[in-house]
C-alpha cells in the first residue's frame, strides 16, 4: 500500500521556522519527482516546491522563493521542507506529493494535476 505521511507542522511566531518531512512507503519513490503543495482555508490548492527525483533543479513558487528549502534522501524514501521566515500567509495545510508518470527522468512538475500520490497533509499556523 502506497503511503505518504507528512509530519513536522506547528504553530510558529513570524519570523519562526519549521522542517516539514513526508515519509513515503510501499513503494520505491526515490525515481521520481516530488514536490509541497499547500492549501489555505477557502483557497485552492497551491505549488509549493518540487524537486527532481536526482536533487537537481529545485523550483519553487515566488512567495516562498529564497525562504523555503526542498530537499530529499533517496535512501530514506523521504522528502523535506525546510521554511524558515515564517509569516501569517504561509497558514495552510501541507501535502506533499508524487509524480509517478516519468521515472528517472530529471524533471520537475509544477502542476497539481501531474501528480499521482498525496499525502494527508500537516497544518502550519503562523501567528503575528
Known amino acids: 500500500q502506497v503511503r505518504l505521511v507528512e509530519s513536522g507542522g506547528g504553530l510558529v511566531q513570524a519570523g519562526g521556522s519549521l522542517r516539514l518531512s513526508c515519509a513515503a512507503s510501499?513503494?520505491?519513490?526515490?525515481?521520481?519527482?516530488m514536490g509541497w503543495f499547500r492549501q489555505a482555508p477557502g483557497k485552492e490548492r497551491e505549488f509549493v516546491a518540487a524537486i527532481s527525483w536526482s536533487g537537481d533543479w529545485p523550483s519553487y513558487a515566488d512567495s516562498v522563493k529564497g525562504r523555503f528549502t526542498i530537499s530529499r534522501d533517496n535512501a530514506k524514501n523521504t522528502l523535506y521542507l525546510q521554511m524558515t521566515n515564517l509569516q501569517p500567509e504561509d497558514t495552510a495545510i501541507y501535502y506533499c506529493?508524487?509524480?509517478?508518470?516519468?521515472?528517472?527522468?530529471?524533471?520537475?512538475?509544477?502542476?497539481?494535476?501531474?501528480?499521482?500520490?498525496w499525502g494527508q497533509g500537516t497544518q502550519v499556523t503562523v501567528s503575528s
Open positions: 506529493a508524487v509524480d509517478a508518470s516519468s521515472p528517472w527522468i530529471v524533471r520537475v512538475t509544477t502542476t497539481l494535476d501531474e501528480y499521482d500520490y
Open positions: 510501499g513503494h520505491n519513490f526515490s525515481m521520481y519527482c
